[in-house]
């Protein structure tokens, strides 16, 4: 079983939005951060945001500060990316993960510091 599951990514011109989800089916993913990463063809994963696991910060790469908006429902056991003014280097495959840890780390923008992962969703910006 897939430890978390992302969904909402397709096909979306320049300027427009997507919302992905991420959620964990059969387990509580509520006391954890989750980030964002994402990896577009012929280039290494990177981060895309972080929430801690109240929602209380936010942390974003200056690609998508302003236009991306990561945030939480625990009642639903869910992560959101809101992503506006979508460009065509936004397009790669979007993950969400998870560390093993509940505390916070520092190293909250480095792949390493997550444990579980999602299968990914694609997001697709055309010109």
């Known amino acids: 079983q897939v430890p978390l599951v992302e969904s909402g990514g397709g096909l979306v011109q320049a300027g427009g939005s997507l919302r992905l989800s991420c959620t964990a089916p059969?387990?509580?993913?509520?006391?954890?951060?989750v980030g964002w990463f994402r990896q577009a063809p012929g280039k290494e994963r990177e981060f895309v945001a972080h929430?801690?696991?109240?929602?209380?910060?936010?942390y974003y790469a200056d690609s998508v500060k302003g236009r991306f908006t990561i945030s939480r429902d625990n009642a639903k056991n869910t992560v959101y990316l809101q992503m506006d003014s979508l460009k065509p280097e936004d397009t790669a495959i979007y993950y969400c993960?998870?560390?093993?840890?509940?505390?916070?780390?520092?190293?909250?923008?480095?792949?390493?510091?997550?444990?579980?992962w999602g299968q990914g969703t694609q997001v697709t910006v055309s010109t």
């Open positions: 929430v801690t696991w109240t929602g209380s910060t936010t």
């Open positions: 059969g387990r509580p993913i509520t006391r954890y951060a």
């Open positions: 993960a998870h560390p093993a840890e509940r505390h916070w780390s520092e190293r909250y923008a480095f792949s390493d510091t997550y444990r579980y």
